[in-house]
Every structure is written in C-alpha cells, then in structure tokens.
C-alpha cells in the first residue's frame, strides 16, 4: 500500500514525524543505526515507532510495497527483515531493535575490530547485561534460521561485561588473508536475537623490499628478495628511480620478478632506486630504497689472459699473454715490450716472439737489463681503456 505522512498519521493515530519534536540530528560520534529511526525507546519501553504497523507481512493489508516495482519490502535499511514475529513493522528504517546492527570497524594484523549499536531492552528478563560474538570462516550463517548456537567460535564475551554502553570490540588470533564473519548479540543474561552478519579479512603489514643496485654504463641494475603480502598476495612490484637529493620519483617498470635495469641515466650521476610491492588487496608495501652511480665499467682482460709474470730471467723465456687474449669488453690486448739498451747490430739483448694466435713470449740472453711491458686495449663506449705497466729487472 502507498503511505505518505497523512496515511501513516491515520492509521496509528500518532502525530507526524515532522511535527515536534520532530527527528533528531544525527552529530558526529552517534553509531547510525540508532539515529536512522527516532523515538525507539529503551530501558523496555518501545517507542511510538515500534510495531506500530500490524498485519503487515507480505499479502497483509498493511505490507510495505516498493512505489517502483509494486513488490513487498521484506528488509530495512540495515538488511533486516522487515517484519518482526508477530507481523508487525515499525515506521522508520529500521526493524529488527532488539538484535544489534554490527560493522566491521578495521582490521589488522590477526585482528578484527568491530563496533554494533546498542539494541533495545527485552521487555523480559531484565536490562541488557553485555554482549556475546560469534564468528568463523566460510559461508556466512542466517541470523535468522541459525537459532541460539553459535555455528562457528564462541559465543563468547566482548565489549565491557555489564555495560551494555560499550558497543565496540576486538576479536584477535586470526589467520592473515582469510575471511571471516561475524555476529553480535545482547545477553541478559538469556541470549537476544543475533545481528547482522558483516564479513572481514584481517592482514598484516607486508615486507618492505631491500634492493640492491649494480651500476653500469648508462644503467643500474637493481634487485631485491620476494616479500610477503601480510596475509594478501604479492602480485608484482614497481620500480622507482630519481636523481639523488630531489623529490620527484620516475617510474621505470611494473614488474612480477626480482629483477629491473634501469637504463638510460647519466653517467656520474648519482640516483636512488625504490622499490615497492603491490598486493592483490589493492593495497601496497612500503618503499625499499638504495643508491648507485652509473658509469663506464672497468675494462679487464678475460680469465687473466694478460700474464705480467712477477719476474724475468736473465737468460731464458717467459710468456706474457696467453693465445687469443681479449678483456671483458671484447677488446683485443696489446703487448707492447721495450727492452734496454737496444739492439746493436746482431747483437740481442732481447726478443719478443709474437704468434699469430696472439700469444706473446719474451727470450732474454744473459745481460743485465731494464724491461718495460705494456699491457693494454682501446676504450668502449661502455668501458674505460685498459692500460697496464710492468717494470722488470734482470
């Protein structure tokens, strides 16, 4: 049936809700549930609201019909059902007031906040003495078919014993990353209807990366371990960069490994690399940081191709570089010998025997003698040349 203020005004016989002294504002700090529908009562006395509307179940006179679609209302405004045991509603939003309207206040690390609005007084048995949570993993349970029995943990005591004002609590020892439902009710001592069933998922923080960075020329390559999610899943991480001392971050990459180079920098300059990881829950990790210089890479010959051996004979032979000697930016190695005094005539004091395979060996013939050796290879556009000097004695 339609029912605008004239309606409801003739069929209870109360005054309208926008005469005096009209509905309370709802401040800040108030729990909404208990300002959504005014004049409820309490202490065991309904207010003028409360089942004010009889015969008022789905093919009553009195349903509450949808103006849009023309079909029952069966819940409130908190998911309740509409219509108490005796086929009787209230005027306002909310229906069920002897049964707590419970939500999910935060969540952390194994623990769940929750926070309920006070329900009223049963008009038996007495004042509400405190509260009771039932909770558990799975498929949430019906308030309203589950009877008295918990289904899950519990029922056990939260809140303040014996203040029925304290409608907040915390249920601790959870597992990280799985969800769970809830249930509040009022005891007194005798248990009162269950509340709604709001579910929650509480999670840790997740580990924060600790990269590690290996300049090159041009780049940095930067690594770090696998963290965990806290309980979420660890879907990737995303790599940052900025020069050292400014505040603007670049993003680099979005990344599912361990691994990123960040290419394109300046060599000499110094820059700071972040690294974060993101969480299936939308969340995220905080920023791992480190620093590293890009530069040219020293040049060196590969495998210690170039011998520099520590000493020279007098007379005899010794080799200087293996056959084929190349340094770790590809470059080929150069020998270079000046052995002192020079030759005169066919005389020798020295020989340098160079084959083709690159090998490189000196043959001294009994004189005394000052030998300079020259190892070297030409700069790349990533390295430094290589330049190395050896003097001997013999």
């Not at 019906?142 to 304290?166: K, L, R």
């Not at 905080?286 to 620093?291: E, I, R």
């Amino acid at each position: 049936m339609d029912q605008d203020a004239a309606a409801l005004n003739a069929l209870t016989g109360n005054v309208l809700l926008t005469d005096p002294p009209g509905l309370p504002t709802a401040l800040p700090g108030f729990f909404y549930p208990t300002t959504v529908t005014p004049l409820l009562g309490a202490g065991g006395m309904p207010g003028v609201l409360i089942d004010a509307i009889a015969d008022a179940e789905p093919g009553g006179v009195n349903v509450l019909l949808n103006p849009i679609d023309g079909l029952p209302i069966t819940t409130d405004a908190l998911g309740n059902p509409r219509v108490d045991g005796n086929d009787a509603r209230n005027i306002g939003a909310v229906q069920l007031t002897l049964a707590p309207h419970l939500v999910v206040g935060g969540t952390s690390s194994q623990k769940v906040d929750l926070a309920w609005s006070r329900p009223l007084d049963p008009s038996a048995g007495g004042p509400i003495t405190g509260y009771e949570v039932c909770y558990g993993t799975g498929t949430p349970p019906d308030p309203s078919t589950m009877g008295t029995a918990c289904p899950g943990t519990g029922p056990t005591v939260i809140g303040t014993p014996g203040d029925p004002a304290a409608t907040d609590g915390s249920v601790s020892g959870l597992t990280n990353g799985t969800q769970y439902w809830f249930l509040v009710r009022g005891v007194n001592p005798g248990p009162g209807p269950w509340s709604n069933v709001p579910t929650a998922i509480p999670l840790g923080s997740p580990g924060v990366p600790s990269p590690a960075a290996i300049p090159g020329a041009g780049a940095v390559a930067v690594s770090w371990a696998a963290v965990s999610g806290g309980g979420s899943a660890v879907t990737g991480y995303q790599v940052l960069y900025r020069p050292a001392g400014t505040s603007s971050w670049q993003h680099f990459i979005d990344t599912t490994g361990l691994t990123a180079t960040v290419t394109g920098l300046t060599n000499g300059t110094t820059y700071e690399f972040g690294v974060f990881a993101t969480l299936s829950s939308g969340d995220v990790s905080a920023l791992g940081t480190t620093q590293a210089t890009p530069g040219k890479l020293a040049q060196v010959p590969v495998a210690g191709c170039a011998m520099a051996p520590k000493q020279l004979p007098r007379k005899g032979a010794k080799r200087l570089q293996k056959a084929g000697c190349i340094t770790n930016a590809g470059q080929r190695v150069k020998v270079k010998v000046n052995c002192g005094p020079t030759n005169r005539g066919d005389l020798k004091y020295c020989k340098v025997i160079r084959k083709k395979n690159g090998k490189v060996k000196i043959r001294t013939f009994g004189y005394k003698l000052k030998i300079k050796v020259t190892w070297k290879a030409k700069a790349t556009s990533d390295y430094t040349k290589y330049k190395k000097k050896r003097k001997y004695k013999t």
